[in-house]
């Protein structure tokens, strides 16, 4: 897929997509309707629904246009050149160090601020 691929949502698409919202909806409904049975069975019931839900959505365009983004992400993720743990240690080291560094300075110039504006408003100062 590339940036430029342009789909039109057709009618049976908004029909499905409005069918697994209003299937995932009623789930939740059933979920807090079964309030008095055991949390397992509505834990599961919840799952199943979601299931049927996305199941439904993934049959339109929009759904099958996910899929793939997803299927594009992970082998993506895949290719990417992760650090290693010495490089890693390293880095962390490095920003630890900038932002004790920054600290400092930042105490330093509220000293600074905290005399200046001291002598300032001090009586006879």
């Known amino acids: ?23 995932f909806l009623a789930g939740v ?24 839900a996305i199941a439904i959505a993934m049959t339109s365009q929009p ?21 290693t743990r010495q490089e890693s240690i390293q880095t962390t080291l490095v920003v630890l160090v900038m932002v004790f560094i920054v600290a400092i300075l930042l105490w330093l110039m509220d000293m600074f601020f905290m005399w200046g504006v001291g002598a300032l408003v001090r009586p006879g100062g």
């Open 29 to 52: 409904v059933g979920f807090y309707g079964l309030e008095g049975q055991s949390d397992l069975i509505r834990v599961i019931g919840i799952v199943v629904v979601a299931a049927v």
């Open 1 to 23: 897929m590339s940036a430029n691929d342009q789909t039109t949502t057709t009618g049976t698409d908004k029909a499905k997509l409005t069918l697994a919202v209003g299937t």
């Open 63 to 83: 759904g099958r246009n996910a899929w793939a983004f997803a299927r594009e992400a992970r082998q993506e993720l895949r290719r990417v050149v992760w650090p």
